[in-house]
Each structure stands twice: as structure tokens, then as C-alpha cells.
């Protein structure tokens, strides 16, 4: 999520406003400057890339379905490619 941090309890929803889920643990990333989360998604809806709605204090925000870890690994952590040579 670009302009929210969700947090544990928020509902997650499609684009028609349906219940689908619920996040389990959300937080701030100071890396992606964004807000992640991980929850609970109904399976027909738990196609990775899909956007879903994520209500934030009464009001839906765009989130998009991603495998963790929420970072390019390429770039940062031990699986980081090197830059030298």
C-alpha cells in the first residue's frame, strides 16, 4: 500500500467492496517506504499481483497481492547480486 499502513484487524475487500479477508499483522516499511501486511485472503481471490481494497478507518485503500519477502532480493539481503566485477 502506497499511502496507508494497515494494521491487524482491518478488513480486506474486492473491488465491489465484498469481504475477502482480513489482515493478521501489518506495519510500516522504512526500505519500500510504504505500508505492508500480511492476512488471511479467500483462495479465489488469492491470485498473486491481484488488487485488493484494504479499509482503513472506514475508507478503502489499493493494495496489490505480493509473495514475500516484500523486497527485490536482488538488491538487498543475502541473495543480493554484487555489484563489483
Not at 526500505?31 to 500480511?38: H, P, R, S
Not at 481471490?45 to 489499493?62: A, C, I, K
Request: overall charge positive; aromatic content about 10%.
Amino acid at each position: 500500500m502506497s499511502d496507508k499502513i494497515p494494521r491487524h484487524g482491518f478488513t480486506i475487500t474486492d473491488d465491489s467492496g465484498q469481504r475477502i479477508g482480513e489482515v493478521t499483522s501489518g506495519t510500516f516499511s522504512p526500505l519500500l517506504k510504504k505500508g505492508i501486511a500480511m492476512g488471511y485472503v479467500d483462495a479465489k481471490f488469492s491470485q498473486l499481483g491481484n488488487e485488493v481494497q484494504v479499509v482503513v478507518r472506514g475508507s478503502p485503500h489499493s493494495g496489490t497481492l505480493v509473495k514475500p519477502p516484500f523486497y527485490d532480493e536482488t538488491v538487498y539481503g543475502w541473495k543480493r547480486i554484487s555489484q563489483e566485477g
